[in-house]
């Protein structure tokens, strides 16, 4: 009898215990707005993810499933496209530019996202609607009048940081980024700068505050106030308060260690397969057979390796030609001239899973996050190829980390080719670094989409977690540096000092005019 009840007690704490994370089934709305794939793949991981566990999910984005899904519901925008066109048609044109104009068009593309999806017929539907959700999962690029969503349907929100922490991310968690050793993810710096490097990612702090209040804010106060039906509290006090925590799409292990507060939260690669997909037959057949290995060459879904100079073009063909191994391009086009017998373009491929596969030497690549992240976790080395935003970053990340070299757009030429592809695959060096990089990157407690879940439903559990808000965020720029604190503890014994000196000097004077007068009657 005893020992049954033992039991009883057992299984009913057991039960208990896994209670304590059990979430029951949450309406989630997630919206991922942003015209570029790679932004929106980071995005539905988490959201199947989400609705494979029994919540019920509601997509706002630009990329409907081709294939309806369990509980996952989407809203697709489509006006957002047309928004775009002017700084979407050639993205290799961001090489050309200055930093100014990087920064105009950077900000020209994220607001014509916002004002494209905030109009879009189905998203005002949504707005007008009565629809109840228990969580909002937001994605945050340059779309701060989203957060009316948050205050519309009155729920938490959780962000989605696509590239990893930046000041976007940081004012909204109160997340510090000294940038003494944090460089900032549009500059090509590691945690490593010299002092050279440190006063430019110092002066760039400052002008992202600059471009944030001149450029920025005014237009997305604009959206904010004519989207939504009452727009209060406002933009700025409602970026305090909106989101509770944020997924970051990074890891220390294959960046950099840096810190952050409770609400930052690192689950880099969580669209990444654990485990490889079977790959289409054809794709199986060409890299089994690929006895000297297969080098993957593909500059992302935003940039297109058709729209490159017919020069720059022709200089990746020569090189190529020379080489034993099969490439596999991701070349948009129905014709490629010149192309050599070992090359073999498609308009698409699947990259995260040709990358698993043993025969993959090396991967040329635009330097983009979910790219890198890949390779590392499969341990290919990579030749990048950066063009704008934090692809100069991941790229000195790749050449400091040993697994990787980066050619400057400008600099391409079958030479410069010639020696960067011929360096990695002549040198063990690149691949047993990049190996030992995926060791360390594998070695964690839980997977980072396991972790996302995990966030989320915490998140929902407890209400929007208030607890893990920081203080920081209700602190204006005086009062965070301790600039007021400065003043009194070095301006008060300085005004006493002023003031003792000008008593001395009037005293002194009166002693002196005393004196004299003393002289004159004698």
């Given at each position: 009898?005893?020992?049954?009840?033992?039991?009883l007690?057992?299984?009913?704490?057991?039960?208990?215990?896994?209670?304590?994370n059990?979430?029951?089934?949450?309406?989630?709305?997630?919206?991922f707005?942003?015209?570029?794939?790679?932004?929106?793949?980071i995005?539905?991981?988490?959201?199947?993810?989400?609705?494979?566990?029994?919540?019920?999910?509601?997509?706002?984005s630009?990329?409907?499933?081709?294939?309806?899904?369990?509980?996952?519901?989407?809203?697709?925008?489509?006006?957002v496209?047309?928004?775009?066109?002017?700084?979407?048609?050639?993205?290799?044109?961001?090489a050309?530019?200055?930093?100014?104009?990087t920064?105009?068009?950077t900000?020209?593309?994220?607001?014509?996202?916002?004002?494209?999806?905030?109009?879009?017929?189905?998203?005002?539907?949504?707005?007008?609607?009565?629809?109840?959700?228990?969580?909002?999962?937001?994605?945050i690029?340059?779309?701060?009048?989203?957060?009316?969503?948050?205050?519309?349907f009155?729920?938490?929100?959780?962000?989605?940081?696509?590239?990893?922490?930046?000041?976007?991310?940081?004012?909204?968690?109160g997340?510090?980024?000294?940038?003494?050793?944090?460089?900032?993810?549009?500059?090509?710096?590691?945690?490593?700068?010299?002092?050279?490097?440190?006063?430019?990612?110092?002066?760039?702090?400052?002008?992202?505050?600059?471009?944030?209040?001149v450029?920025?804010?005014?237009?997305?106060?604009?959206?904010?106030?004519?989207?939504?039906?009452?727009?209060?509290?406002?933009?700025?006090?409602?970026?305090?308060?909106?989101?509770?925590?944020?997924?970051?799409?990074?890891?220390?292990?294959?960046?950099?260690?840096?810190?952050?507060?409770?609400?930052?939260?690192?689950?880099?690669?969580?669209?990444?397969?654990?485990?490889?997909?079977?790959?289409?037959?054809?794709?199986?057949?060409i890299?089994?057979n690929?006895?000297?290995?297969?080098i993957?060459?593909?500059m992302g879904?935003?940039?297109?390796?058709?729209?490159?100079?017919?020069?720059?073009?022709?200089?990746?063909?020569?090189?190529?030609a020379?080489?034993?191994?099969?490439?596999?391009?991701?070349?948009?086009?129905?014709?490629?001239?010149?192309?050599?017998?070992?090359?073999?373009?498609?308009?698409?491929?699947?990259?995260?899973?040709?990358?698993?596969?043993?025969?993959?030497?090396?991967?040329?690549?635009?330097?983009?996050?979910?790219?890198?992240t890949?390779?590392?976790?499969?341990?290919?080395?990579?030749?990048?190829?950066?063009?704008?935003?934090?692809?100069?970053?991941?790229?000195?990340?790749?050449?400091?980390?040993?697994?990787?070299?980066?050619?400057?757009?400008?600099?391409?030429?079958?030479?410069?080719?010639?020696?960067?592809?011929?360096?990695?695959?002549?040198?063990?060096?690149?691949?047993?670094?990049?190996?030992?990089?995926?060791?360390?990157?594998?070695?964690?407690p839980q997977?980072?989409?396991?972790l996302?879940?995990?966030?989320?439903?915490?998140?929902?559990?407890?209400k929007?977690?208030?607890?893990?808000?920081?203080?920081?965020?209700?602190?204006?720029?005086?009062?965070?540096?301790?600039?007021?604190?400065?003043?009194?503890?070095?301006?008060?014994?300085?005004?006493?000092?002023?003031?003792?000196?000008?008593?001395?000097?009037?005293?002194?004077?009166?002693?002196?005019?005393?004196?004299?007068?003393?002289?004159?009657?004698?």
């Open positions: 009898m005893i020992m049954k009840f033992s039991w007690i057992l299984i009913l704490s057991v039960a208990w215990i896994s209670n304590l059990y979430v029951e089934s949450a309406k989630i709305l997630g919206i707005p942003t015209t570029a794939k790679s932004h929106y793949i995005g539905s991981s988490l959201m199947k993810a989400l609705a494979k566990k029994g919540h019920e999910v509601t997509v706002v630009p990329f409907p499933q081709s294939k309806p899904l369990k509980n996952y519901r989407d809203i697709t925008t489509t006006i496209w047309e928004a775009v066109k002017p700084f979407s048609s050639n993205m290799l044109e961001f050309q530019k200055g930093m100014l104009d920064i105009k068009s900000y020209g593309f994220g607001h014509a996202v916002v004002n494209g999806t905030l109009n879009d017929p189905a998203v005002v539907e949504l707005i007008a609607s009565k629809e109840h959700f228990d969580l909002i999962v937001l994605e690029f340059m779309n701060d009048a989203m957060l009316g969503f948050v205050h519309h009155n729920v938490p929100c959780i962000g989605v940081s696509t590239f990893g922490a930046s000041k976007w991310t940081n004012d909204l968690v997340n510090i980024a000294p940038p003494s050793y944090v460089p900032n993810p549009f500059l090509g710096f590691t945690d490593h700068m010299t002092f050279a490097q440190r006063l430019m990612n110092t002066v760039m702090s400052g002008v992202e505050i600059l471009v944030e209040n450029m920025d804010k005014p237009v997305q106060t604009e959206f904010y106030q004519q989207a939504f039906p009452d727009p209060k509290p406002s933009l700025d006090e409602l970026k305090k308060t909106a989101v509770s925590a944020v997924l970051l799409n990074n890891h220390f292990s294959i960046s950099y260690p840096r810190p952050y507060v409770t609400g930052m939260i690192e689950v880099g690669g969580m669209h990444v397969n654990r485990v490889a997909s079977p790959l289409p037959e054809s794709i199986q057949s890299m089994d690929a006895t000297d290995g297969v993957y060459f593909s879904s935003n940039i297109k390796s058709k729209d490159l100079p017919p020069a720059k073009r022709d200089a990746f063909l020569k090189v190529f020379k080489l034993k191994q099969t490439v596999l391009w991701k070349w948009e086009d129905d014709n490629l001239p010149n192309k050599p017998s070992n090359v073999i373009v498609q308009s698409w491929w699947p990259q995260d899973d040709v990358l698993a596969h043993p025969n993959v030497k090396l991967f040329i690549t635009h330097g983009g996050l979910l790219s890198t890949e390779s590392l976790y499969h341990g290919v080395p990579v030749i990048g190829i950066p063009v704008f935003g934090d692809q100069h970053l991941n790229m000195a990340n790749a050449e400091r980390g040993g697994y990787g070299l980066s050619v400057a757009y400008q600099e391409i030429s079958e030479d410069r080719l010639d020696e960067a592809i011929n360096s990695i695959l002549g040198n063990e060096k690149f691949r047993n670094s990049a190996q030992a990089i995926s060791t360390r990157y594998r070695d964690q997977s980072p989409l396991d996302a879940v995990y966030w989320v439903e915490y998140i929902i559990r407890h929007g977690a208030q607890h893990i808000r920081m203080a920081s965020v209700d602190l204006s720029f005086v009062q965070y540096h301790n600039i007021d604190v400065f003043l009194v503890i070095f301006g008060v014994p300085l005004l006493i000092v002023l003031v003792l000196k000008r008593l001395l000097c009037k005293r002194k004077q009166e002693f002196y005019k005393s004196a004299n007068d003393r002289k004159k009657r004698n």
